[in-house]
């Protein structure tokens, strides 16, 4: 495990990082703590969720029911992802810092903020509003983090509200048109790569310049992986075998895809945007990748009748809770912050995500009227109920991301083997993470 500085150096010293690359406190609030009697009658709430979303809907509606409930006011700041990401370092340990924020969950961001102490401990609140028996496993590990920023540790730092995995999208009228089933098995996947093949049609839209393949290459891992793998790859528990069965089938097999036809021999200067676009325009009948896609193919991919499933035969998917509330530690009006957060769990806030195309994770089934957004709500609680999700392929170190895109476009234009794009990735993860380990 890496040696600790004090929390509050770290702080300084990520914070003198941003000031020396130029990174301004942009839409930053002036002055200290909320308005009202002691400040204790605004809650200043950030979230950068886009007003049309599910989520941006569930929490208006929360905002409206907290105002009405407990006649304080909100005031709430639209921010980006990126002003959160770039300032949260330097806002929040000021009088600047709100009392409630959402923030990316994972090791480098929520992890880091809990480990310099710029967000709160909330263990006690969530045991005494039971948010706790809300969460499942696999959710709550993104929540809670060691003292060190290592998600999975005992100590809760966040809440999230909703979740998100990665499955396979079918075009049914296309699987129809060629006689076939959608697949329930792995065997049965791959029997119905090769019978589109050999109609001359490429099966699986594919990105190789940005995350779907990356996200595919590790869902294999995860075909031949269990928990135990997903904990040392993700929470660094024991060295990953970079030779072993996991990463060595998963990059034969992708290479296989690939020479098989199942993905376009163009795939490593795809982008994800343009793999999406296939799938809604019906050139490609098969997509795998997130759950985020789904409202997106409900308003756009109205030709053709689709659905989506957990990958076929997998008891393990990519996949995590959504981003997170956190409580800064600075904030003013922290029992009002977790007043907002109980009312963003309750079913019919919840319903609202499930509703509009999000995955909510403490929903009532009978208020999801949508028909398909339950059967996707229904497919992720069988995720959950396994203790499926299992997160994504470079979250265990900063910069795997770009070196997983690199090592899989070798891969597949034929520019290195098997053996050395296992070798490349292993350095790269091994170096990245071996202050943790």
């Known amino acids: 495990m890496m040696a600790r500085n004090t929390r509050r150096t770290k702080t300084l010293a990520v914070a003198a990082v941003l000031a020396a690359m130029g990174i301004a406190l942009s839409g930053c609030a002036s002055g200290g703590p909320g308005e009202g009697a002691g400040g204790s009658q605004t809650l200043k709430l950030w979230h950068y969720e886009g007003a049309d979303s599910a989520m941006g809907k569930a929490w208006a509606e929360a905002i409206a029911v907290f105002e009405k409930e407990t006649g304080a006011t909100v005031e709430f700041e639209e921010k980006s992802f990126e002003q959160i990401q770039k300032t949260a370092s330097q806002v929040l340990d000021t009088d600047a810092a709100p009392d409630l924020m959402e923030f990316n969950k994972g090791n480098a961001t929520a992890g880091f903020l809990a480990s310099t102490g710029l967000v709160s401990d909330i263990s006690e609140a969530v045991e005494k509003h039971g948010w706790d028996k809300k969460l499942a496993p696999s959710l709550q590990t993104t929540a809670k983090y060691s003292e060190d920023g290592i998600m999975g540790g005992d100590t809760w730092y966040g809440v999230p509200n909703y979740g998100e995995f990665v499955g396979v999208y079918y075009n049914k009228d296309a699987f129809a048109a060629a006689g076939l089933a959608i697949p329930t098995t792995y065997e049965e996947f791959t029997g119905v790569l090769d019978a589109f093949v050999a109609k001359g049609i ?207 476009q070798g891969l597949v234009t034929g520019v290195q083997d098997v053996a050395t794009t296992n070798a490349n990735l292993g350095v790269a993860y091994d170096e990245g993470t071996a202050d943790f380990r």
């Open 202 to 408: 490429t099966p699986l839209a594919e990105a190789g310049a940005e995350y779907p393949l990356g996200q595919l290459w590790y869902q294999l891992a995860l075909l031949e992986g269990d928990r135990g793998f997903v904990d040392d790859y993700q929470l660094y528990k024991n060295p990953v075998d970079w030779k072993g069965t996991e990463v060595a089938s998963a990059t034969a097999t992708l290479k296989e895809y690939v020479d098989k036809g199942y993905i376009a021999a163009d795939v490593s200067s795809v982008k994800a945007e343009d793999a999406g676009v296939s799938f809604i325009n019906g050139t490609s009948p098969i997509f795998v990748s997130g759950s985020w896609w789904f409202g997106r193919f409900a308003a756009e991919a109205t030709g053709f009748d689709w659905t989506m499933t957990a990958f076929p035969g997998a008891e393990l998917s990519l996949g995590s809770s959504g981003n997170l509330w956190v409580v800064p530690e600075n904030a003013a009006n922290k029992e009002l912050a977790y007043t907002f957060i109980d009312i963003t769990m309750r079913p019919e806030i919840q319903a609202i995500i499930g509703n509009n195309g999000g995955l909510p994770v403490a929903v009532d089934a009978a208020d999801i009227t949508d028909k398909r957004s339950a059967e996707l709500i229904k497919t992720f609680n069988g995720v959950l109920d396994k203790d499926g999700l299992s997160f994504y392929p470079d979250w265990p170190t900063p910069g795997f991301y770009d070196v997983i895109v690199q090592e899989l």
